[in-house]
């Protein structure tokens, strides 16, 4: 069992940016691979960003290459989701997911959900 909590989300301007965490607890956190997706108002949720169990391999939706940044630290059991140039289709709930498995980027495969952290960017 594991427990997820989003937070950091707000109201930005376009261009600004916003740091996203993700609390983890209820199992070694180390042994899951880590995932963001987000789901934009009136829209199906979708991937963000995802990062590997233990080397820090990354993948990212084309959407957001480049702009945004996934990071994790197994000691304080968090997950990071760093988002730069933020734009107006950048508004969505932001979700952090968990697997015990290697990484992937469908949200069938996530085990675990945390409830979400709204992000908002005002054009």
């Known amino acids: 069992q594991v427990q997820l909590v989003e937070s950091g989300g707000g109201l930005v301007q376009a261009g600004g940016s916003l740091r996203l965490s993700c609390a983890a607890s209820g199992d070694t956190f180390s042994r899951y691979s880590m995932a963001w997706f987000r789901q934009p108002p009136g829209k199906e949720r979708e991937f963000v960003a995802v990062?590997?169990?233990?080397?820090?391999?990354?993948y990212y939706a084309d959407s957001v290459k480049g702009r945004f940044t996934i990071s994790r630290d197994n000691a304080k059991n968090t997950v990071y989701l760093q988002m730069n140039s933020l734009k107006p289709e950048d508004t969505a709930v932001y979700y952090c997911?968990?697997?015990?498995?290697?990484?992937?980027?469908?949200?069938?495969?996530?085990?675990?959900w945390g409830k979400g952290t709204l992000v908002t960017v005002s054009s």
């Open positions: 990062i590997s169990r233990s080397l820090p391999v990354t």
């Open positions: 997911a968990a697997r015990g498995a290697m990484w992937s980027t469908r949200k069938n495969d996530m085990e675990y």
